[in-house]
């Protein structure tokens, strides 16, 4: 079955770019059915849908972080990436990979990766 | 951008029991709404889509119900391990999650 798995820093410093990779395993990610996304969850709070990424490269992205954000795919590994610029400690959250199932009855995320949580600290 | 305001925040009941939750979208979003449980330390889990519709491996006591702008989750016999966070979600909107506590 269909696995995700985060990887990159635990720590970045404020106004670096954070960096993730979300390799899959167990499936293609170069299918036409489904897109590739990032959601993050700040200690204690709600997911926050940040971006999603085709294997083709189409891209969408939360309107709040679209200046900061870039999702980006290589079919080649499998795997897909995050980069958030400028980052500060609001950006300090537990970052999930996963994917997007699109279709009649709507969107949904299925599966997740176990999320890594990135702090955002000098 | 679509809001979705779940209800209530935290819900107290008893092994057993049947629990109710809410979700209410600021604007109709037909049936085009997903459900998921989130434990401690975990990943969400997608349980219900197309606002109906069980996902693979959910167990039957779970169900989704509604369309518009007002949705449910119902479990209809609570288990111990189905205490934890629930979230809906529309596109890239989530509510703010039911939290669901044992009494």
């Known amino acids: 079955h269909l696995q995700l798995q985060e990887s990159g820093p635990g720590l970045v410093k404020p106004s670096e770019t954070l960096s993730l990779t979300c390799t899959v395993s167990?499936?293609?990610?170069?299918?036409?059915?489904?897109?590739w996304v990032w959601v993050r969850q700040p200690p204690g709070k709600g997911l926050e849908w940040m971006g999603s990424?085709?294997?083709?490269?189409?891209?969408y992205y939360r309107s709040s972080l679209k200046s900061r954000v870039t999702l980006s795919v290589d079919t080649s590994t499998n795997q897909f990436s995050l980069k958030l610029s400028s980052v500060t400690a609001a950006d300090t959250a537990v970052y999930y990979c996963?994917?997007?199932?699109?279709?009649?009855?709507?969107?949904?995320?299925?599966?997740w990766g176990q999320g890594t949580l990135v702090t955002v600290s000098s | 951008e679509i809001v979705l305001t779940q209800s209530p925040g935290t819900l107290s009941l008893s092994p057993g029991e049947r629990a109710t939750l809410s979700c209410r979208a600021s604007?109709?979003?037909?049936?085009?709404l997903g459900w998921y449980q989130q434990k401690p330390g975990q990943a969400p889990r997608l349980l219900i889509y197309?606002?109906?519709s069980r996902a693979t491996g959910i167990p039957d006591r779970f169900s989704g119900s509604g369309s518009g702008t007002d949705f449910t989750l119902t479990i209809s016999r609570l288990e111990p391990e189905d205490f934890a966070v629930y979230y809906c979600?529309?596109?890239?909107?989530f509510g703010q999650g039911t939290r669901l506590e044992i009494k």
């Open positions: 996963g994917r997007l199932i699109t279709g009649a009855t709507g969107n949904y995320f299925d599966p």
């Open positions: 167990g499936g293609s990610i170069s299918s036409s059915t489904y897109y």
């Open positions: 990424i085709s294997y083709s490269g189409t891209t």
């Open positions: 604007q109709s979003v037909g049936s085009s």
């Open positions: 197309g606002a109906s």
């Open positions: 979600q529309n596109l890239g909107n």
